[in-house]
T-cell receptor, first 112, second 118 residues
């Protein structure tokens, strides 16, 4: 069966420090992968999506970047965190030809 | 661009009663999918129910059902026999049936916080 893993679950980082959040999917190949951010009291905002290795599309200009070094691995990064980067980050995947999304358990990032 | 609107930031229901959460969307497409996701305090996004736009019959999953009005672009969620475990944020989401580029991405409303009173 397919599973999605996202870590860490919580993270507290100082302003100006780097960031690396990782997401991996098991039990499927060539999934579409997504990074969403949820600010406090707000809905989900799509940050990046990827339809294949090395293929990254950005939806919102920001301080973050994403990479997909392997088929089932999706990484969200920042060189220097801002206070406004605080939020809840969710990774999700969708199978090719499927319309259903499956979400990871999320990472709560607090920038102090 | 498509948009999803949830006009009720918060709702409350008595345990065992029925509640309806509203969702409207705007699109020029004829083929798409609609979803309701539940986000409990754990923050995990859980799929509650989904509807294909080409299907006239409303989707049902146990105590959860939808009222899909395609012409009105309305997609409400009805929760029957509400339980304490139903307390959560509920998000309505839209997805184009076109898989190309960003069109296959989920677009979310801002959510409705549902409280269930014992």
């Amino acid at each position: 069966s397919q599973t999605i893993h996202q870590w860490p679950a919580t993270l507290v980082q100082p302003v100006g420090s780097p960031l690396s959040l990782e997401c991996t999917v098991e039990g499927t190949s060539n999934p579409n992968l997504y990074w969403y951010r949820q600010a406090a009291g707000r809905g989900l905002q799509l940050l990046f999506y990827s339809v294949g290795i090395g293929q990254i599309s950005s939806e919102v200009p920001q301080n973050l970047s994403a990479s997909r070094p392997q088929d089932r691995q999706f990484i969200l990064s920042s060189k220097k965190l801002l206070l406004s980067d605080s939020g809840f980050y969710l990774c999700a995947w969708r199978g090719q030809g499927s319309y259903g999304y499956t979400f990871g358990s999320g990472t709560r990032l607090t920038v102090v | 661009a498509q948009t999803v609107t949830q006009s009720q930031p918060e709702m409350s229901v008595q345990e065992a009663e029925t509640v309806t959460l509203s969702c409207t969307y705007d699109t020029s497409e004829s083929d798409y999918y609609l979803f309701w996701y539940k986000q409990p305090p754990s923050r995990q996004m859980i799929l509650v129910i989904r509807q294909e736009a080409y299907k006239q019959q409303n989707a049902t999953e146990n105590r959860f059902s939808v009222n899909f009005q395609k012409a009105a672009k309305s997609f409400s969620l009805k929760i029957s026999d509400s339980q304490l475990g139903d307390a959560a944020m509920y998000f309505c989401a839209y997805r184009s049936a076109n898989y190309g580029g960003s069109q296959g991405n989920l677009i979310f409303g801002k959510g409705t916080k549902l409280s269930v009173k014992p």
